[in-house]
T-cell receptor
Framework: NAGVMQNPRHLVRRRGQEARLRCSPM?????VYWYRQLPEEGLKFMVY????????ESGMPKERFSAEFPKEGPSILRIQQVVRGDSAAYFC????????????????FGAGSRLTVL | AQTVTQSQPEMSVQEAETVTLSCTYD???????LFWYKQPPSRQMILVIR??????QNATENRFSVNFQKAAKSFSLKISDSQLGDAAMYFC??????????????FGTGTRLKVLA
């Protein structure tokens, strides 16, 4: 039972390029979250998605950032025209449906994707 | 809006001793979940323990236990018999269970735990 899979693990981009980060949730999980972690800082919520729906994107910058979770395939976090301030670790996490069952409300994290903008 | 505060940026503990990490949160909701996650140098986030707000009994998981004070909105983590492998960043997290909420998880800024041999 593979966990949350993120790729690439490391991505280097030059300023102005696009970055695409992919996340495959755990099998059976229908909720995906994206978080950003700057060096020596905590996790900042970006966006929460279910299949084909963005539920909450209140933490995502209004410009250049977008996220999707299509019916088929992984969730994708897309950053257009990257700037040096986008350099960070981006974590994806997934959870199953919201039920009062053991483990139902626990986030399972991927290993993260580290974006470096030159 | 809910907030999570970890007031200790860094803590140290001697191997085999006990350490307590603090976490406070602010919410107007009565039903929610609280979590402690560990992030070792590998950066992989690992769930340590979780607590349902409707349960009065403090959660325990082997050497890890919490002191959940709902009225004070406090959720501290106690690590007993500390081991070198416990060295990591520890994050406290909150998640609403209100049906009108978005169920996003809110994390504190973390406490770096150092374990001294």
């Amino acid at each position: 039972n593979a966990g949350v899979m993120q790729n690439p693990r490391h991505l280097v981009r030059r300023r102005g390029q696009e970055a695409r980060l992919r996340c495959s949730p755990m099998k059976g999980h229908s909720h995906v979250y994206w978080y950003r972690q700057l060096p020596e800082e905590g996790l900042k919520f970006m966006v929460y998605l279910q299949k084909e729906n963005i539920i909450d994107e209140s933490g995502m910058p209004k410009e250049r950032f977008s996220a999707e979770f299509p019916k088929e395939g992984p969730s994708i976090l897309r950053i257009q025209q990257v700037v040096r301030g986008d350099s960070a670790a981006y974590f994806c996490a997934s959870s199953p449906r919201r039920l009062r069952l053991p483990g139902a409300n626990v986030l399972t994290f991927g290993a993260g994707s580290r974006l470096t903008v030159l | 809006a809910q907030t999570v505060t970890q007031s200790q940026p860094e803590m140290s503990v001697q191997e085999a001793e006990t350490v307590t990490l603090s976490c406070t949160y602010d919410t107007s909701e009565s039903d929610y979940y609280l979590f402690w996650y560990k992030q070792p140098p590998s950066r992989q986030m690992i769930l340590v323990i979780r607590q349902e707000a409707y349960k009065q009994q403090n959660a325990t998981e082997n050497r890890f236990s919490v002191n959940f004070q709902k009225a004070a909105k406090s959720f501290s983590l106690k690590i007993s018999d500390s081991q070198l492998g416990d060295a990591a960043m520890y994050f406290c997290a909150y998640r609403s269970e209100v049906t009108s909420g978005t169920y996003k998880y809110i994390f504190g800024t973390g406490t770096r735990l150092k374990v001294l041999a």
